[in-house]
C-alpha cells in the first residue's frame, strides 16, 4: 500500500487535469470537477483515514483510471485480411475490424481483374452484381454475375469504410476453385433448412485451406435417403485421396456431424462412403443429451438401400488435434485418422460389391442431425485437400476446313463440360476472320 500511496502524493493534479482535458474534453471535465467538490464534503476524512493528506486524491485516481482506460480515436483503416473464391463465382472477403454497412455493400467498391490468365479479361465481363455484409460485420460476400474462368484473381476494395469512417485502397490476391454446394435430399423438407458456405481461405498448394465456414441442417445419414449439405468437386479417376481436419462443429444435436465423403451421385439414394464425427462433450441445443465425441464410418453398398454404420468407431475426439482421410482403389475404400499428420491408422475399410464408376463426387459433408427450424449447425473446416492423381490433359482442339469456312471444335472428355474463353467475349453470334498467306 505505501510504494502506492508515495506513487500518487508525487503525481501532481496539475497534470491530472491536463491529461483529462486531452482525454475527455473540457466538458465532461467539469463534470468531473462537480464530483470532486462533493466528493470533498463526503470524503476527507475517508482519504485521511488512508493516510492521504491531499482531500483532492480520489480525483486523481479517478482522472489515471479514466484516461487508461478510454481508447484513443480509432484512425486506421480496414484492410483486407483475405479472400477466396470457393466456385469462381462467390467470394468471401473478410477485413480487419467492424464495416459501415453501407460502404461495405456499395457495389461500386468492388472490383475484380484477371492475374492468372494467359490474356486480359476485361473486368467488365464479370461484374459483382451483389455485396452482403455478414453477421460478423468484417467479412462481406460477393458475387460475379457468371464463374471467372481461372484459378486466381485480384479483388481491388475502395472506400469501404469502418464505423469510424477510415478507408484506403485495399485488396487480396482471391483464389479461385472448382468445388460446388448443394443440399442433398429434399431441400425445403429434409433439409428444411437451405445450407450455405463463406470461404475466404489463401491458396496453400493449390487446394482450400483455412475459413470453410458451413451452415448446415439435415436428418443426416441413416436409412435409405440421405439428408445434408455437400460441398464437392467432380473426380474421374479409379484411385483418389482425400483428407480434412474439422476445427469445430456446433452441437445441435448430440448426433450433429460433420465430415469427408466420396458419392456415386447427387440422388439422395446414392452409394456412398463417409467418415464424419461428432460434436465434443457438451450440452446439445435441442436437449438430446451431450454431444457422442465419436468418429463414424458409413457406406450404402446399393442404391437406395439402407446405409451401414461400421461399429468400430473411436471415442472420445482430440478435435484440436485431428485429420482424417478417405482413399479409393478401385472398389475398395479406406478411412483413416492422424493426430500428428504422419502416422495414420485405419478406421474401417470397405470393398463394395460392384464397381463404382471413375466418375464420382468427392467432398464434405455435414448435418445437423435435427431437422426442425432453428437447429442448424455451423462446422469449420480448417484443411481441405483432394490429392489430384488422375492424369488428365484437358480437351482436344480439332480444326475442320468446311469451304468457306475452318470449323473449330473440341472434345470433352469423361463427359465433363468445357467452354472457350476469349476477348472479347462471344456470343451465339457468327464471328468471320479472314486470314491470308503472307
Not at 441442417?217 to 474439422?246: A, C, H, K, M
Not at 460434436?279 to 457406406?299: E, K, L, T, W, Y
Request: glycine share 6%; hydrophobic share 40%.
Amino acid at each position: 500500500m505505501e510504494p502506492f500511496r508515495t506513487f500518487v502524493r508525487h503525481s501532481g493534479i496539475a497534470l491530472v487535469v491536463q491529461i483529462q482535458r486531452l482525454v475527455l474534453g473540457a466538458r465532461v471535465l467539469d463534470m468531473a470537477m462537480k464530483t470532486q467538490r462533493f466528493a470533498r464534503l463526503r470524503s476527507r476524512k475517508f482519504f485521511r483515514n488512508l493516510g492521504f493528506s491531499n482531500p483532492n486524491i480520489w480525483f486523481c485516481l479517478l482522472a489515471y483510471s479514466t484516461a487508461f482506460s478510454l481508447q484513443a480515436a480509432d484512425t486506421n483503416p480496414p484492410v483486407v485480411v483475405s479472400a477466396g473464391c470457393f466456385d469462381g463465382q462467390t467470394i468471401g472477403v473478410c477485413f480487419s475490424e467492424a464495416l459501415d454497412p453501407v460502404s461495405a455493400t456499395n457495389l461500386a467498391n468492388y472490383h475484380i481483374f484477371d492475374t492468372g490468365t494467359w490474356f486480359r479479361l476485361a473486368s467488365t465481363n464479370f461484374p459483382i452484381v451483389e455485396a452482403s455484409l455478414r453477421p460478423d460485420q468484417r467479412s462481406v460476400v460477393l458475387k460475379l454475375l457468371e464463374a471467372f474462368p481461372g484459378t486466381v484473381f485480384s479483388v481491388s476494395v475502395t472506400n469501404v469504410r469502418d464505423l469510424e469512417g477510415n478507408w484506403t485502397r485495399t485488396g487480396s490476391f482471391t483464389p479461385a476453385y472448382n468445388l460446388s454446394a448443394a443440399d442433398i435430399g429434399n431441400p425445403g423438407v429434409d433439409p428444411k433448412e437451405p445450407g450455405s458456405l463463406f470461404f475466404s481461405g489463401s491458396a496453400v498448394l493449390a487446394n482450400p485451406a483455412q475459413g470453410l465456414e458451413v451452415v448446415a441442417g439435415g436428418s443426416g445419414l441413416d436409412g435409405t435417403n440421405d439428408s445434408f449439405y455437400f460441398i464437392y468437386e467432380p473426380w474421374r479417376s479409379s484411385g483418389l485421396s482425400v483428407e480434412t481436419q474439422v476445427a469445430s462443429l456446433d452441437a445441435a444435436n448430440r448426433f450433429s456431424s460433420a465430415g469427408l465423403m466420396v458419392r456415386e451421385d447427387l440422388s439422395p439414394g446414392s452409394r456412398f462412403f463417409s467418415v464424419t464425427l461428432t460434436p465434443p462433450d457438451v450440452p446439445a441445443r435441442d436437449g438430446s443429451g451431450r454431444g457422442a465425441n465419436i468418429i463414424q464410418v458409413r457406406f450404402r453398398d446399393a442404391p437406395a438401400s439402407p446405409s451401414v454404420n461400421i461399429s468400430n468407431s473411436i471415442v472420445d475426439v482430440p478435435y484440436s488435434n485431428l485429420w482424417f482421410s478417405i482413399s479409393r482403389l478401385e472398389q475398395k475404400f479406406f478411412a483413416q485418422f492422424t493426430t500428428n499428420r504422419s502416422d495414420w491408422y485405419t478406421l474401417s475399410e470397405v470393398t463394395f460389391s460392384s464397381p463404382f464408376p471413375d466418375r464420382l463426387f468427392v467432398g464434405t459433408a455435414t448435418f445437423s442431425h435435427n431437422n426442425n427450424p432453428g437447429f442448424t449447425t455451423t462446422a469449420h473446416y480448417a484443411e481441405y485437400y483432394l490429392v489430384r492423381s488422375d492424369v488428365f490433359t484437358g480437351p482436344r482442339l480439332v480444326t475442320q476446313h468446311s469451304p468457306p469456312n475452318l470449323v473449330l471444335s473440341w472434345t470433352e472428355p469423361h463427359d465433363w463440360s468445357f467452354y472457350l474463353v476469349s476477348t472479347p467475349k462471344l456470343d451465339s453470334r457468327e464471328y468471320g476472320v479472314v486470314i491470308t498467306n503472307p
